[in-house]
Every structure is written in C-alpha cells, then in structure tokens.
C-alpha cells in the first residue's frame, strides 16, 4: 500500500519561511509528476504547484515567485519551500500525483498557519 507523509508544518510569521517533505513509498514514485496541494478552511483543495518526473515545474499564480517545489527519487521525497508567507497561504498541505488517475489515497497532510 502506497502511502504519502507529509512533514514540515507549522507557525509561521507573515513574511517567514517553512520547507515542507513528502516522503513517498511505492517503486513508481520515480515515474509519477508530483504535486502540492493545500485545503483552507471552508475551501476546495487546490493545487500549489507540480513537479514532473525530470524536474520541470509548475506554479499556482499565488504562490509563484513564493514557492520551489523539488523532488528527490533516489529518497522517494518531494519538497515545497515556502518563502514570504503570507496569512492566505494557512492551510493544510498535501502532496499526490499530479494526474488523477494516479493519485493515492491522501496522507494526513501538515498543518501551516501563517499569523503574527
């Protein structure tokens, strides 16, 4: 059973930074685009960004410039650096395949809070 860890969380000052993990199980995690995804309270999930199996990326307009995604196959792990935090970035993050298809059940995700 694949399963998704999400890691890195946490109480954040508007203007500070947090590096998020996803550790991935599963021998196909080398193959698969990854994505961020993030739910606040009394929304949808949405996608955060995406990152294609040779690296390439992709940004949500709010958070590009902001954000890095990457990835390491070699530790099955995929990263989300978060930099100038802003209050509407709280949320729960939560990493998944890009396609739908492919996607696993959801991990337990990890809480950001963006406040002063």
């Known amino acids: 059973q694949v399963q998704l860890v999400e890691s890195g969380g946490g109480l954040v000052q508007p203007g500070g930074s947090l590096r998020l993990s996803c550790a991935a199980s599963g021998s196909t995690f080398s193959i698969n685009h990854m994505a961020w995804y993030r739910q606040a309270p009394g929304k949808q999930r949405e996608w955060v960004a995406s990152?294609?199996?040779?690296?390439?990326?992709n940004y949500a307009d709010s958070v590009k410039g902001r954000f890095t995604i990457s990835r390491d196959n070699a530790k099955n792990t995929v990263y989300l650096q978060m930099n100038s935090l802003k209050p509407e970035d709280t949320a729960v993050y939560y990493c998944?395949?890009?396609?739908?298809?492919?996607?696993?059940?959801w991990g337990q995700g990890t809480q950001v809070t963006v406040s002063s």
């Open positions: 990152v294609t199996s040779g690296g390439s990326t």
């Open positions: 998944n395949a890009l396609a739908p298809v492919l996607r696993k059940p």
